[in-house]
Protein backbone atom coordinates (compact mmCIF):
# COMPACT_ATOMS: atom_id res chain seq x y z
CA UNK A 1 0.00 0.00 0.00
CA UNK A 2 2.88 2.25 0.98
CA UNK A 3 4.49 1.40 -2.22
CA UNK A 4 0.87 2.41 -3.94
CA UNK A 5 0.84 5.71 -2.53
CA UNK A 6 4.01 7.26 -3.02
CA UNK A 7 2.85 6.46 -7.38
CA UNK A 8 0.06 7.96 -6.61
CA UNK A 9 1.33 10.99 -4.94
CA UNK A 10 3.78 11.44 -8.19
CA UNK A 11 1.31 11.74 -10.76
CA UNK A 12 -0.76 13.50 -8.83
CA UNK A 13 2.12 16.17 -8.51
CA UNK A 14 2.99 15.37 -12.42
CA UNK A 15 -0.59 16.13 -12.78
CA UNK A 16 -0.94 19.41 -10.74
CA UNK A 17 2.12 20.62 -12.53
CA UNK A 18 -0.02 20.05 -15.95
CA UNK A 19 -2.55 22.16 -14.58
CA UNK A 20 -0.78 25.49 -13.53
CA UNK A 21 -0.15 26.93 -17.19
CA UNK A 22 -3.38 26.04 -18.06
CA UNK A 23 -5.93 28.93 -18.08
CA UNK A 24 -9.61 28.85 -15.89
CA UNK A 25 -11.06 28.94 -19.20
CA UNK A 26 -9.48 25.69 -20.24
CA UNK A 27 -9.82 24.04 -16.74
CA UNK A 28 -13.42 24.59 -16.44
CA UNK A 29 -13.84 23.13 -19.77
CA UNK A 30 -12.18 20.01 -19.02
CA UNK A 31 -13.84 19.52 -15.07
CA UNK A 32 -16.92 19.90 -16.88
CA UNK A 33 -16.27 17.28 -19.41
CA UNK A 34 -14.88 15.05 -16.76
CA UNK A 35 -17.58 15.41 -14.71
CA UNK A 36 -20.19 14.80 -18.10
CA UNK A 37 -17.97 11.12 -18.11
CA UNK A 38 -18.67 10.27 -14.41
CA UNK A 39 -22.11 10.36 -15.02
CA UNK A 40 -21.89 8.41 -18.17
CA UNK A 41 -19.92 5.96 -15.38
CA UNK A 42 -22.83 5.92 -12.66
CA UNK A 43 -25.41 4.97 -14.89
CA UNK A 44 -23.47 2.06 -15.97
CA UNK A 45 -22.06 0.88 -12.73
CA UNK A 46 -23.95 -0.17 -9.79
CA UNK A 47 -21.36 0.19 -6.82
CA UNK A 48 -17.53 1.02 -7.51
CA UNK A 49 -15.26 -0.60 -5.53
CA UNK A 50 -12.40 1.10 -3.30
CA UNK A 51 -8.98 -0.08 -2.20
CA UNK A 52 -7.44 1.32 0.70
CA UNK A 53 -5.07 3.34 -1.38
CA UNK A 54 -8.01 4.71 -3.47
CA UNK A 55 -10.04 5.37 0.43
CA UNK A 56 -6.47 6.95 1.77
CA UNK A 57 -6.11 9.04 -1.66
CA UNK A 58 -9.53 10.96 -1.71
CA UNK A 59 -9.26 11.34 1.98
CA UNK A 60 -6.46 12.96 1.79
CA UNK A 61 -6.93 15.44 -1.25
CA UNK A 62 -10.76 16.57 -0.37
CA UNK A 63 -10.70 16.60 3.72
CA UNK A 64 -9.72 20.38 3.81
CA UNK A 65 -13.29 21.38 2.17
CA UNK A 66 -16.24 21.76 3.90
CA UNK A 67 -19.31 19.99 4.29
CA UNK A 68 -20.94 22.58 1.97
CA UNK A 69 -19.08 22.44 -0.67
CA UNK A 70 -18.06 18.42 -0.57
CA UNK A 71 -22.14 18.02 -1.08
CA UNK A 72 -22.41 19.79 -4.43
CA UNK A 73 -19.12 17.74 -5.71
CA UNK A 74 -19.89 15.02 -7.81
CA UNK A 75 -18.28 12.31 -6.28
CA UNK A 76 -18.66 8.16 -6.14
CA UNK A 77 -19.54 8.20 -2.81
CA UNK A 78 -21.15 9.79 0.04
CA UNK A 79 -19.45 12.97 1.28
CA UNK A 80 -20.38 11.34 4.78
CA UNK A 81 -17.88 8.32 4.10
CA UNK A 82 -14.86 10.14 2.80
CA UNK A 83 -15.24 12.25 6.01
CA UNK A 84 -15.52 8.93 7.87
CA UNK A 85 -12.42 7.33 5.80
CA UNK A 86 -10.17 10.52 6.55
CA UNK A 87 -11.26 9.72 10.46
CA UNK A 88 -9.78 6.06 10.07
CA UNK A 89 -6.77 7.11 8.18
CA UNK A 90 -6.06 9.58 11.96
CA UNK A 91 -6.75 7.15 13.85
CA UNK A 92 -4.23 4.59 12.18
CA UNK A 93 -1.87 7.39 12.05
CA UNK A 94 -1.95 7.98 15.68
CA UNK A 95 -2.39 3.95 16.69
CA UNK A 96 1.00 3.70 14.58
CA UNK A 97 2.85 6.19 16.77
CA UNK A 98 1.32 4.69 19.92
CA UNK A 99 2.14 1.46 22.00
CA UNK A 100 -1.06 -0.28 22.90
CA UNK A 101 -1.39 -1.17 26.47
CA UNK A 102 -2.67 -4.77 27.09
CA UNK A 103 -5.58 -5.81 28.85
CA UNK A 104 -6.11 -8.98 31.08
CA UNK A 105 -4.10 -10.89 32.59
CA UNK A 106 -0.39 -11.26 31.54
CA UNK A 107 0.29 -14.69 29.29
CA UNK A 108 1.20 -17.93 30.87
CA UNK A 109 4.73 -18.73 30.95
CA UNK A 110 5.50 -21.78 28.06
CA UNK A 111 7.33 -23.55 30.30
CA UNK A 112 4.45 -23.74 32.61
CA UNK A 113 2.06 -24.52 29.96
CA UNK A 114 4.40 -27.22 28.96
CA UNK A 115 4.54 -28.59 32.32
CA UNK A 116 0.69 -28.98 32.54
CA UNK A 117 0.87 -30.60 29.45
CA UNK A 118 2.81 -32.81 30.70
CA UNK A 119 1.06 -33.92 33.55
CA UNK A 120 -2.14 -34.70 31.71
CA UNK A 121 -0.08 -36.76 29.44
CA UNK A 122 1.69 -38.69 31.96
CA UNK A 123 -1.46 -38.90 34.61
CA UNK A 124 -4.41 -39.33 33.00
CA UNK A 125 -6.58 -39.82 35.99
CA UNK A 126 -5.97 -36.18 37.05
CA UNK A 127 -8.06 -33.69 36.89
CA UNK A 128 -7.14 -29.85 36.59
CA UNK A 129 -7.65 -29.40 40.03
CA UNK A 130 -5.13 -32.65 40.86
CA UNK A 131 -2.76 -31.15 38.50
CA UNK A 132 -3.13 -27.66 39.95
CA UNK A 133 -2.23 -29.12 43.22
CA UNK A 134 1.10 -30.23 42.06
CA UNK A 135 2.06 -27.34 40.56
CA UNK A 136 1.32 -25.71 44.17
CA UNK A 137 3.31 -28.40 45.60
CA UNK A 138 6.36 -27.12 43.13
CA UNK A 139 6.11 -23.93 43.96
CA UNK A 140 4.28 -22.76 40.83
CA UNK A 141 2.10 -20.81 41.48
CA UNK A 142 -0.88 -20.24 38.94
CA UNK A 143 -5.02 -20.10 38.96
CA UNK A 144 -6.75 -23.41 38.80
CA UNK A 145 -8.81 -21.81 35.76
CA UNK A 146 -5.68 -21.08 33.96
CA UNK A 147 -4.24 -24.82 34.43
CA UNK A 148 -8.66 -25.80 33.17
CA UNK A 149 -8.12 -23.16 30.21
CA UNK A 150 -4.93 -24.66 29.10
CA UNK A 151 -6.04 -28.09 28.85
CA UNK A 152 -9.17 -27.53 27.01
CA UNK A 153 -7.08 -25.40 24.35
CA UNK A 154 -5.03 -28.11 23.60
CA UNK A 155 -8.13 -30.39 23.47
CA UNK A 156 -7.70 -32.83 26.27
CA UNK A 157 -10.85 -33.84 27.61
CA UNK A 158 -11.57 -34.24 31.71
CA UNK A 159 -9.80 -36.77 33.86
CA UNK A 160 -12.85 -39.34 33.54
CA UNK A 161 -12.59 -39.49 29.76
CA UNK A 162 -8.80 -40.16 29.82
CA UNK A 163 -9.16 -43.18 32.49
CA UNK A 164 -9.65 -45.66 30.34
CA UNK A 165 -6.57 -48.01 29.31
CA UNK A 166 -6.07 -48.40 25.36
CA UNK A 167 -4.60 -51.39 24.33
CA UNK A 168 -1.63 -48.99 22.87
CA UNK A 169 -1.13 -47.75 26.50
CA UNK A 170 -1.50 -51.49 27.49
CA UNK A 171 1.72 -52.86 25.43
CA UNK A 172 3.85 -49.60 26.53
CA UNK A 173 3.28 -49.99 30.01
CA UNK A 174 3.70 -53.79 30.04
CA UNK A 175 6.57 -53.92 27.65
CA UNK A 176 8.97 -55.30 29.80
CA UNK A 177 6.87 -58.29 31.04
CA UNK A 178 5.66 -58.67 27.53
CA UNK A 179 6.40 -61.28 25.06
CA UNK A 180 4.36 -62.47 21.72
CA UNK A 181 3.97 -65.31 19.38
CA UNK A 182 2.92 -66.64 16.00
CA UNK A 183 3.37 -68.95 13.55
CA UNK A 184 3.83 -68.31 9.82
CA UNK A 185 4.21 -70.90 6.99
CA UNK A 186 6.85 -70.43 3.83
CA UNK A 187 6.97 -72.80 1.00
CA UNK A 188 10.02 -74.76 -0.12
CA UNK A 189 11.08 -75.28 -3.93
CA UNK A 190 9.25 -78.35 -4.10
CA UNK A 191 6.14 -76.28 -2.81
CA UNK A 192 6.12 -77.88 0.17
CA UNK A 193 4.51 -76.02 3.41
CA UNK A 194 6.29 -75.56 6.47
CA UNK A 195 5.75 -73.82 9.61
CA UNK A 196 7.73 -71.53 11.83
CA UNK A 197 7.19 -70.91 15.18
CA UNK A 198 8.54 -67.56 16.75
CA UNK A 199 8.36 -65.38 20.03
CA UNK A 200 10.13 -61.83 20.10
CA UNK A 201 9.75 -59.94 23.63
CA UNK A 202 8.36 -56.62 22.94
CA UNK A 203 10.97 -54.23 25.40
CA UNK A 204 13.99 -55.54 23.97
CA UNK A 205 12.80 -56.82 20.22
CA UNK A 206 14.83 -60.21 21.30
CA UNK A 207 13.38 -62.57 18.67
CA UNK A 208 13.64 -66.74 19.79
CA UNK A 209 12.85 -68.83 16.63
CA UNK A 210 11.41 -72.46 18.82
CA UNK A 211 10.94 -74.69 15.32
CA UNK A 212 9.46 -75.30 11.81
CA UNK A 213 7.90 -78.21 10.62
CA UNK A 214 5.29 -79.47 8.10
CA UNK A 215 2.52 -80.77 10.41
CA UNK A 216 2.50 -78.50 13.43
CA UNK A 217 0.43 -80.61 16.19
CA UNK A 218 -0.94 -79.42 19.59
CA UNK A 219 1.87 -81.76 21.02
CA UNK A 220 4.48 -79.90 19.16
CA UNK A 221 3.39 -76.68 20.15
CA UNK A 222 3.34 -77.43 23.94
CA UNK A 223 7.17 -78.85 23.62
CA UNK A 224 8.07 -75.72 21.73
CA UNK A 225 6.33 -73.55 24.86
CA UNK A 226 8.59 -76.16 27.29
CA UNK A 227 11.43 -75.31 25.55
CA UNK A 228 10.87 -71.23 25.51
CA UNK A 229 10.46 -71.47 29.36
CA UNK A 230 13.78 -73.12 29.79
CA UNK A 231 15.15 -70.93 27.53
CA UNK A 232 13.35 -67.48 29.59
CA UNK A 233 14.50 -69.07 32.99
CA UNK A 234 17.92 -69.47 31.89
CA UNK A 235 18.26 -65.49 30.57
CA UNK A 236 16.71 -64.46 33.47
CA UNK A 237 13.46 -62.97 31.75
CA UNK A 238 11.12 -61.20 33.78
CA UNK A 239 8.22 -62.11 31.30
CA UNK A 240 4.45 -61.97 33.07
CA UNK A 241 2.52 -61.86 29.18
CA UNK A 242 2.21 -63.83 25.96
CA UNK A 243 -0.06 -62.56 23.35
CA UNK A 244 -1.28 -65.14 20.82
CA UNK A 245 -3.44 -65.35 17.96
CA UNK A 246 -6.92 -67.63 18.03
CA UNK A 247 -5.23 -70.40 16.33
CA UNK A 248 -6.55 -73.59 16.98
CA UNK A 249 -3.12 -75.05 17.53
CA UNK A 250 -2.79 -72.94 20.67
CA UNK A 251 -4.64 -75.44 22.55
CA UNK A 252 -5.58 -75.88 26.64
CA UNK A 253 -2.73 -77.34 27.35
CA UNK A 254 -0.11 -74.99 26.04
CA UNK A 255 -2.13 -72.42 28.35
CA UNK A 256 -1.78 -74.07 31.61
CA UNK A 257 1.66 -74.65 30.52
CA UNK A 258 2.63 -70.91 30.96
CA UNK A 259 0.09 -70.29 33.65
CA UNK A 260 1.83 -72.72 35.81
CA UNK A 261 5.34 -71.00 34.93
CA UNK A 262 3.72 -67.28 36.36
CA UNK A 263 3.23 -66.72 32.28
CA UNK A 264 -0.52 -65.03 31.49
CA UNK A 265 -1.41 -65.81 28.00
CA UNK A 266 -3.50 -62.94 26.21
CA UNK A 267 -5.27 -63.88 23.06
CA UNK A 268 -6.06 -60.91 20.13
CA UNK A 269 -9.11 -60.28 18.82
CA UNK A 270 -10.96 -61.72 16.12
CA UNK A 271 -9.09 -61.17 12.76
CA UNK A 272 -7.21 -58.09 14.63
CA UNK A 273 -3.80 -58.35 13.62
CA UNK A 274 -2.60 -55.18 14.74
CA UNK A 275 -3.10 -56.13 17.93
CA UNK A 276 -0.09 -58.26 17.71
CA UNK A 277 1.63 -55.73 15.22
CA UNK A 278 5.24 -56.46 16.77
CA UNK A 279 5.11 -60.37 15.95
CA UNK A 280 3.72 -59.56 12.45
CA UNK A 281 6.37 -56.64 11.79
CA UNK A 282 8.91 -59.18 12.54
CA UNK A 283 7.14 -61.43 10.70
CA UNK A 284 6.92 -59.00 6.99
CA UNK A 285 10.69 -58.06 7.91
CA UNK A 286 11.69 -62.22 7.66
CA UNK A 287 9.90 -62.76 5.04
CA UNK A 288 11.32 -59.26 3.21
CA UNK A 289 14.59 -59.41 4.11
CA UNK A 290 15.14 -63.26 4.29
CA UNK A 291 12.70 -65.99 2.79
CA UNK A 292 12.00 -63.54 -0.32
CA UNK A 293 15.50 -63.83 -1.62
CA UNK A 294 16.12 -67.42 -0.50
CA UNK A 295 15.43 -70.82 -2.55
CA UNK A 296 14.39 -73.38 0.56
CA UNK A 297 15.26 -76.66 0.10
CA UNK A 298 14.06 -78.65 2.64
CA UNK A 299 13.60 -78.22 6.62
CA UNK A 300 16.93 -78.18 7.46
CA UNK A 301 17.72 -75.74 5.11
CA UNK A 302 15.20 -73.53 6.45
CA UNK A 303 16.38 -73.86 10.12
CA UNK A 304 19.80 -73.30 9.23
CA UNK A 305 18.95 -69.95 7.76
CA UNK A 306 16.26 -68.58 9.60
CA UNK A 307 19.26 -69.42 12.99
CA UNK A 308 21.57 -67.05 10.29
CA UNK A 309 18.99 -64.46 10.00
CA UNK A 310 17.79 -64.89 14.43
CA UNK A 311 21.82 -64.54 15.38
CA UNK A 312 21.94 -61.60 12.32
CA UNK A 313 18.49 -59.70 14.22
CA UNK A 314 19.50 -60.10 17.59
CA UNK A 315 23.25 -58.81 17.42
CA UNK A 316 23.39 -56.77 14.80
CA UNK A 317 20.60 -55.56 12.72
CA UNK A 318 19.28 -51.25 14.31
CA UNK A 319 16.26 -50.82 15.49
CA UNK A 320 14.68 -47.16 15.54
CA UNK A 321 12.74 -48.07 18.88
CA UNK A 322 16.36 -48.61 20.62
CA UNK A 323 17.91 -45.80 19.19
CA UNK A 324 19.39 -47.70 16.34
CA UNK A 325 21.07 -50.42 18.63
CA UNK A 326 20.87 -53.92 18.33
CA UNK A 327 18.16 -56.34 20.57
CA UNK A 328 21.47 -57.63 22.48
CA UNK A 329 24.10 -55.45 21.90
CA UNK A 330 24.45 -51.78 22.53
CA UNK A 331 25.42 -49.43 20.40
CA UNK A 332 29.29 -48.45 20.76
CA UNK A 333 31.34 -45.02 21.57
CA UNK A 334 31.00 -42.59 18.82
CA UNK A 335 33.68 -41.91 16.75
CA UNK A 336 35.35 -38.07 18.14
CA UNK A 337 38.62 -38.33 16.87
CA UNK A 338 39.01 -36.32 13.05
CA UNK A 339 42.03 -39.01 12.55
CA UNK A 340 39.41 -41.86 12.45
CA UNK A 341 36.98 -40.01 10.68
CA UNK A 342 38.54 -39.24 7.56
CA UNK A 343 40.89 -42.91 7.47
CA UNK A 344 37.57 -45.21 8.15
CA UNK A 345 38.32 -49.16 7.35
CA UNK A 346 34.67 -50.77 7.29
CA UNK A 347 35.01 -54.19 6.08
CA UNK A 348 31.76 -55.86 5.43
CA UNK A 349 30.81 -59.19 6.33
CA UNK A 350 28.67 -61.82 4.33
CA UNK A 351 25.71 -64.27 5.73
CA UNK A 352 23.71 -66.70 4.16
CA UNK A 353 26.03 -66.47 1.23
CA UNK A 354 25.85 -62.46 0.75
CA UNK A 355 21.84 -62.40 1.54
CA UNK A 356 22.53 -60.54 4.80
CA UNK A 357 25.73 -57.85 4.41
CA UNK A 358 27.51 -56.84 8.31
CA UNK A 359 29.94 -53.85 8.05
CA UNK A 360 32.55 -53.38 10.82
CA UNK A 361 36.02 -51.75 11.44
CA UNK A 362 38.33 -53.65 10.44
CA UNK A 363 40.53 -54.45 13.31
Known amino acids: MLLRLAYLAATNTFALLRLLPMRDRDKDIEILALR ?21 VLAGLLHHLPMNKLR ?4 LVHPDTLLRWHRNLLKRRHAATCVPKR ?9 IRALVLRLARENSSWGYRR ?50 CDLFETRTLT ?30 IVQL ?5 MDLEDAGSSARFLIRDRDSKFTTAFDALLAD ?54 WHRPHRTLKQAAPLRPLPEPISAPAQIAHLEVRRRDRLGGTLHEYQHAA
Open 261 to 314: AGVKVVTTGIQMPRMNSLMERWIQTCRRELLDRTLIWNQNHLMDALREFESFYN
Open 72 to 75: HLLL
Open 191 to 220: AARLYVFAVIEHSTRRVRILGATAHPTAEW
Open 131 to 180: IHGELAALGIKVAASTVWEILREHGIPPAPERQSTTWADFLRSQAEALLA
Open 36 to 56: HQLLVLQRQVGKPTFTDTDRA
Open 103 to 111: RGRPPTVRS
Open 225 to 229: GRNLL
